[in-house]
């Protein structure tokens, strides 16, 4: 079974500063790692995945995740956030032989002028 | 290639009515999810059907919840019998094989 930890429910930051939002994840064989984003009152968008090969991925809007198979983690990261990326955070892993996608209770990241 | 539809996107029923929920996969997919979230909190799987099969519906609720995804036609998740406890924003997802899930905007059920 997996299970997935968001420890921070909520991320307040100023605009332009650096954010990271953790996640970490416990499974017993091997998994692809997600981060999703949700704007208020909408559904889900992937923001960008690990499958395999480079463990740094990168989203079109600056976001960036590295997986860590060492520390189980797979830490979120924007090094200058924008106002419109207020919104609620949400890991989520997918055991290899499985079929379902466990998620983390979220993070919601408030980003003030 | 249009995302993954679901209608309605809200819906309001009183207790003891029935609530139907519809989700049209992508263009190219066979493989459907649905998963629930209720306030304040993570997406919950509940089922993962394939054309005319239930894979995996570990999630359900053991009542009054049922899925199908019939040869034509959207995937339907019906609730019978609504409570209030069953208030949830409820998503599907698809994809074209085990993988990667893309998700519908979400149907927004109220129960009065």
């Known amino acids: 079974a997996q299970s997935v930890t968001q420890l921070d429910s909520q991320v307040p930051v100023f605009e332009e500063a650096p954010v990271e939002l953790r996640c970490n994840y416990s499974s017993s064989v091997s998994v692809y790692l997600f981060w999703y984003v949700q704007y208020p009152n909408q559904g889900l968008q992937l923001l960008l995945k690990?499958?395999?090969?480079?463990?740094l991925v990168e989203s079109i809007n600056g976001f960036e995740a590295e997986f860590n198979k060492s520390q189980t983690s797979f830490h979120l990261r924007k090094p200058s956030v924008h106002i419109s990326d207020t919104a609620e955070y949400f890991c989520?892993?997918?055991?290899?032989?499985?079929?379902?996608?466990?998620f983390g209770t979220g993070t919601r990241l408030q980003v003030f002028p | 290639n249009a995302g993954v539809m679901q209608n309605p996107r809200h819906l309001v029923r009183r207790r003891g009515q029935e609530a139907r929920l519809r989700c049209s996969p992508m263009k190219g997919h066979s493989h459907v999810y649905w998963y629930r979230q209720l306030p304040e909190e993570g997406l919950k799987f509940m089922v993962y059907l394939q054309k005319e099969n239930i894979i995996d519906e570990s999630g359900m609720p053991k009542e009054r919840f049922s899925a199908e995804f019939p040869k034509e036609g959207p995937s339907i998740l019906r609730i019978q019998q609504v409570v209030r406890g069953d208030s949830a924003a409820y998503f599907c997802?698809?994809?074209?094989?085990?993988?990667?899930?893309?998700f519908g905007p979400g149907t927004r059920l109220t129960v009065t």
């Open positions: 989520a892993v997918l055991g290899k032989n499985t079929d379902k996608l466990i």
């Open positions: 690990y499958l395999s090969g480079s463990t």
């Open positions: 997802a698809s994809s074209p094989d085990p993988g990667e899930q893309y």
